[in-house]
């Protein structure tokens, strides 16, 4: 099944914006200031009414290639998969509770609806599948997208911000709320940065659940993130900016008692490498003063074939209205 959406008062199309975390991974759980980006790749949600009222919502979720990976038939009266057990299925049904929730109309007039996900990258990159989605759910229920996240699949929230923002964005919670500043942070050496995927996705909550184990942070750690944070988004050289990262790294190894990706991965590389979001995969940041050309080939002869540039992975700011 796939959705024709034309601009009518049955159909509705919403986006979220993919992400990556440059700084403050784990502790902007507890407060640390973080610094984030939106991607160029994102999810896209449309929605249709249709005509008959048998309480039927027929779900399709295409992949970045455009092709189904799951189908579902749900009931919204009791908002049950009537087609498949799967634990795919029992989240997103579970999702789709906690917005009835927040929003009792949500779903009650029992229209059929079919719904339509697409991703514009593969899953396993660690982009924001989850969050994407929730942000277009949310904004198809008319709830906030930050409470159906904490009360579903939990986290810090930075990832639905970014699925609503149009620029890098600071981040924050304070006192459990979060606190969204946009700003235009596109260094004068943004063509020396690279993103390079390792390949092994990592779970988010089995990442969360090691971090908890190592112990709260006290004020001070938080602070001294926080402050590193603001100087990583005011760096104005290369120089300056690894010297910075670099410093960031050797701080949270020192929490979480991992190696540094680049003392595991990149330990030849002249320029400094900070890992984005859960260390050990997903997502590297690389610094280099090589021609692109031969960055990449140095990293596919590490096995790396997914490197993006900055122009190439960064959405460019827009002015844009939030969606």
């Not at 189904?68 to 799967?86: F, G």
């Not at 009360?151 to 919670?173: F, N, R």
């Not at 979060?178 to 092994?200: A, H, N, S």
Request: glycine residues 8%; contains cysteine.
């Amino acid at each position: 099944m796939a959705l024709r959406i034309s601009n009518t008062h049955d159909e509705w199309h919403y986006y979220g914006h993919g992400k990556l975390l440059i700084t403050a991974e784990y502790f902007v759980l507890d407060g640390a200031l973080a610094l984030a980006v939106p991607t160029r790749y994102g999810q896209h949600l449309r929605v249709k009414a249709l005509s008959a009222h048998d309480g039927l919502l027929y779900w399709v979720a295409l992949n970045h290639q455009g092709k189904p990976w799951l189908q579902l038939v749900i009931d919204t009266e009791n908002l049950q998969c009537i087609n498949t057990e799967s634990d795919i299925a029992e989240r997103l049904v579970n999702i789709l509770r906690k917005a009835r929730e927040l929003n009792p109309l949500f779903l009650i007039n029992g229209r059929n609806h079919a719904v339509e996900t697409a991703l514009e990258f593969p899953n396993e990159w660690g982009l924001g599948s989850s969050s994407t989605l929730i942000h277009c759910l949310a904004q198809w229920a008319g709830v906030d997208g930050y409470t159906l996240l904490r009360e579903t699949i939990g986290g810090s929230g930075y990832d639905v911000a970014c699925a609503a923002h149009h620029a890098p964005i600071l981040y924050q919670l304070v006192d459990g709320a979060p606190i969204v500043r946009q700003i235009t942070w596109q260094p004068p050496f943004c063509d020396q940065l690279y993103f390079v995927y390792l390949g092994k996705k990592k779970l988010s909550s089995e990442a969360i659940r090691y971090y908890r184990e190592q112990g709260s942070p006290d004020t001070d750690t938080l602070q001294h993130l926080s402050s590193l944070t603001l100087k990583i988004s005011w760096a104005q050289s290369l120089d300056e900016f690894e010297e910075l990262i670099n410093e960031h790294e050797n701080f949270i190894a020192g929490h979480l008692n991992m190696p540094k990706v680049k003392d595991v991965h990149f330990n030849d590389h002249t320029g400094s490498v900070k890992s984005l979001g859960a260390w050990g995969g997903d997502f590297v940041l690389l610094t280099a003063r090589q021609e692109p050309a031969h960055i990449k080939e140095y990293l596919k002869n590490k096995g790396f074939d997914t490197v993006w540039s900055w122009k190439e992975l960064i959405l460019p700011f827009s002015t844009t209205k939030n969606n």
